[in-house]
């Protein structure tokens, strides 16, 4: 089983969506059981807070629930318990490295690389602009998907 954490800084928009995305893909590849897929914080800001009502609807909008999710924080501890650790932005990635202490064995990425790119998924808090978030990290689920399955 290959298990995958996606994160970002309040684990109420990006990630989650992140998360119920790429558990939607897997699904429907036929991959659900080979996955393990889950979402954390790099802030302590939100922890315990549902997915924010906004990212909710956006998932709505694709068919996709999010009962039950609530926003966790990202320990030094996970990184022994996760194979990816896939970061939405720039700061992520920095807060995930200061967080773990390294990345010794290669398993941070920032999302969009699985989409040929190098830019930062933007953050829908701030941007109010959550269909291009949607969008954006479909679009990296499905390059991410598409080189897992690759190792199965």
């Known amino acids: 089983m290959i298990r995958v954490m996606f994160v970002c800084h309040g684990n109420i928009c990006r990630s989650p969506i992140a998360e119920f995305v790429m558990k939607k893909l897997a699904s429907a590849a036929g991959?659900?059981?080979?996955?393990?897929?889950?979402s954390s914080a790099t802030s302590t800001e939100e922890l315990g807070?549902?997915?924010y009502p906004p990212a909710r609807s956006e998932l709505a909008k694709h068919g996709i629930g999010c009962t039950g999710k609530t926003a966790v924080q990202l320990k030094k501890s996970d990184y022994d318990k996760y194979d990816?650790?896939?970061?939405m932005d720039t700061a992520n990635i920095r807060n995930m490295n200061r967080i773990f202490g390294s990345d010794k064995e290669g398993k941070i990425y920032k999302l969009l690389t699985f989409a040929g790119r190098s830019d930062d998924v933007s953050d829908p808090w701030y941007?109010?602009?959550?269909?291009?978030a949607y969008?954006?990290?479909?679009?990296g689920c499905k390059g991410l998907l598409k080189q897992?399955?690759?190792?199965l």
């Open 49 to 51: 807070n549902p997915v």
């Open 84 to 87: 990816y650790f896939i970061g």
């Open 148 to 151: 897992l399955m690759e190792q």
């Open 31 to 38: 991959y659900s059981n080979d996955f393990y897929i889950t």
């Open 135 to 139: 969008a954006d990290i479909e679009e």
């Open 127 to 132: 941007s109010r602009d959550f269909g291009t």
